[in-house]
């Protein structure tokens, strides 16, 4: 197994890096170091990253290294980028001195259990559900591009104390980060005040607070057990489904993971509430918040980011031949006569195999106005279902029963106000193909009405 140690170079990080390479031949370990300069203190900054350079090579530990340029918006920002160092971990790189690295299994930080009392009572404090009392665990991180890697805790179990002693014991250089030392961060408040006196009122409060976390992890577990068992989370096209849970308990979890998803932390329990509550709502009904909407579905309450609600443009159909459009891909592409007489004759298994996985349209490419376009539905749009009658796009959404979810997001050809074909669905009327059609258009995108 090989194991990435995130090193900073203060006590914590070269205690674990120190403990780690001297014994991971024992456990059948091999350990690299990974060091990310967010360039936050500047020079300093830059003085703590060559210290840990200095620090791997006498330790003939591997080290990738990470800075950042320019200046992050937020703490979440510098959060994000460090955990996309941590991913990079996971992937082949060559060193600045040449020699290859190889890809990680699992990044050990050096978080302890001092650490893990201090994040308890912040997140108690600032009204946290259990989940916040769960402090910190092992986990794993994964990227947009698949990429995944496990995050480790060793030193977990371990005061600071400890730590400290373990320093004093072998000597070991390391740098602080005076950031640390000035009460103005909430944590470090915490930390140079609350523990100190919580832990000469309550002796032993450090190790109490970390089973207390543990336990309480493990009922967290139990329901993540249930959610996943019961498949009350999943992906839909768009965006999350949570499925009908009447236990507000369980329910309540579905919501977080979805959260966590979208990276949302400022939601509180009467968002919770209120799309426990839209579950009971009519279909179609919506509830917009934060910068997510949730919509009543007939499979439970979906949850899509609110920016991608809105039409993604639209492009001449003579400038797509097939490949991509923008915001969903789909092809389009000509039909050949021998395949028009089996359409005509009523062969619809073609409409499975012309494209598998996707549902194809047929049209008469000459029945097509100058001018038509592919683009996402606009208001005061009409729509005359094949064999049917003219109605309104949003009556014709309803009547098959499309979620409002997907509604902004189906590509359509369309003529002014006119939907000429509905991708994924149905063409209208006007664009049906008869034997004596000499240019079919075969349109394959994905069937919306199984998303």
């Known amino acids: 197994m090989r194991v990435c140690v995130a090193v900073s170079g203060g006590k914590d990080s070269i205690a674990l890096l ?178 100190p006196e919580l832990e000469r009122a309550v002796p032993g409060a450090q190790r109490s607070l970390y089973r207390f976390s543990r336990i309480v992890k493990e009922t967290e577990d139990y329901f993540e057990d249930i959610i996943k068992r019961d498949g009350l989370v999943s992906s839909v096209y768009g965006g999350l489904l949570i499925r009908p849970v009447e236990e507000m308990a369980i329910f309540s979890r579905c919501c977080l993971k979805v959260f966590a998803h979208y990276r949302i932390k400022d939601y509180t329990s009467q968002h919770i509430k209120s799309l426990y509550k839209l579950q009971h709502g009519a279909n179609g009904k919506r509830f917009r918040f934060l910068r997510l909407v949730a919509f009543k579905e007939e499979k439970g309450i979906s949850v899509c980011e609110s920016g991608r609600i809105s039409p993604y443009g639209e492009a001449p159909l003579d400038h797509i031949t097939s490949g991509k459009f923008v915001g969903e891909p789909f092809a389009v592409q000509p039909v050949s006569s021998d395949v028009v007489r089996q359409i005509c004759s009523g062969n619809t298994s073609l409409e499975l195999s012309f494209c598998p996985g996707r549902k194809t349209l047929f049209l008469d490419a000459d029945k097509i106005p100058e001018g038509a376009v592919v683009r996402f539905k606009k208001d005061g749009d009409v729509f005359q279902r094949f064999g049917g009658s003219t109605k309104k796009l949003g009556d014709y959404f309803t009547d098959i029963k499309l979620p409002q979810r997907l509604r902004e997001r189906v590509p359509m050809l369309c003529t002014g106000h006119s939907v000429l074909a509905v991708c994924g669905i149905e063409i209208s009327e006007s664009l049906k193909i008869s034997a004596e059609s000499r240019n079919v258009l075969a349109v394959s995108c994905m069937d919306y009405l199984q998303s």
């Open 18 to 195: 120190h403990y780690m390479a001297h014994n991971g031949q024992e456990f059948g370990i091999q350990v690299t170091a990974l060091n990310c300069d967010h360039g936050i203190r500047g020079d300093a900054s830059r003085q703590d990253s060559e210290f840990v350079r200095s620090f791997c090579q006498a330790a003939h530990v591997p080290l990738l290294f990470f800075a950042h340029t320019g200046t992050f918006a937020s703490e979440e920002d510098a959060r994000l980028w460090r955990r996309n160092c941590y991913l990079e971990a996971a992937k082949e790189h060559t060193l600045e001195d040449g020699t290859s690295w190889e890809p990680a299994d699992a990044i050990a930080t050096g978080h302890h259990m001092s650490d893990n009392a201090e994040t308890v009572i912040f997140n108690i404090a600032r009204g946290s559900g259990l989940s916040g009392a769960c402090g910190i665990s092992d986990g794993e991180i994964t990227g947009q591009d698949g990429t995944s890697i496990k995050l480790i805790r060793p030193l977990i179990a371990s005061t600071r104390r400890e730590i400290d002693d373990y320093i004093r014991e072998f000597g070991l250089p390391y740098v602080t980060d005076d950031t640390n030392l000035k009460d103005y961060y909430t944590r470090n408040k915490i930390r140079m005040y609350v523990m």
